[in-house]
């Protein structure tokens, strides 16, 4: 899939100065949850590093549970761990999952860098098993670039 015709419209959302950064990520996560097919949910959670917690702080989708994730634990947490991005074709195959949905098949997470330091990241849930590609991390790694200038 082409994500560049998606990049200017993140630049304009990230660049409006009149709106919080709480409601330019929220902005980003709407336009990534309707603009492509197999991104069901879309959310940036933060770290807390003196709690060792990830929050929710904006997200596109159904509502969660999961606003808090203690680091190490799912996805979400392994990577505030690993500082690598985390790719999981079948939900179902792994033994460290935190099930937000019945309906959830993959999942991709992808750390957010500032100044060198893993303070967040962009996860995205899919109801379809295995569609995310190389091209789909290279997007949102330029994704959180984009929108760790903001920060």
């Known amino acids: ?14 660049a409006n100065n009149h709106n919080g950064s709480d409601e330019r990520l929220k902005e980003v996560c709407e336009l990534l ?10 959310g940036f959670y933060f770290a ?13 989708g159904e509502p969660t549970d999961h606003t808090t994730i203690p680091f190490g634990r799912g996805i979400c947490g392994q990577v505030a761990v690993s500082n690598k ?7 179902k195959a792994q033994d460290n999952y935190i099930a937000c949905s ?26 379809v098993e295995d569609p995310f590609s190389e091209e ?5 790694e330029w994704v959180n670039e984009e929108v760790a200038k903001i920060l």
């Open 1 to 14: 899939m082409p994500f560049s015709h998606l990049k200017p419209k993140i630049n304009t959302i990230l």
């Open 102 to 127: 019945i309906t959830v098949k993959s999942e991709i997470v992808i750390p957010l860098f500032k100044d060198g330091k893993n303070i967040g990241q962009i996860d995205i849930d899919s109801h």
């Open 85 to 91: 991005n985390f790719v999981v074709p079948d939900v």
């Open 33 to 42: 949850q309707t603009s492509i097919a197999h991104y069901d949910w879309v």
């Open 48 to 60: 807390n590093e003196a709690e060792k917690t990830l929050h929710l702080k904006a997200f596109a």
């Open 136 to 140: 789909d991390e290279r997007f949102l």
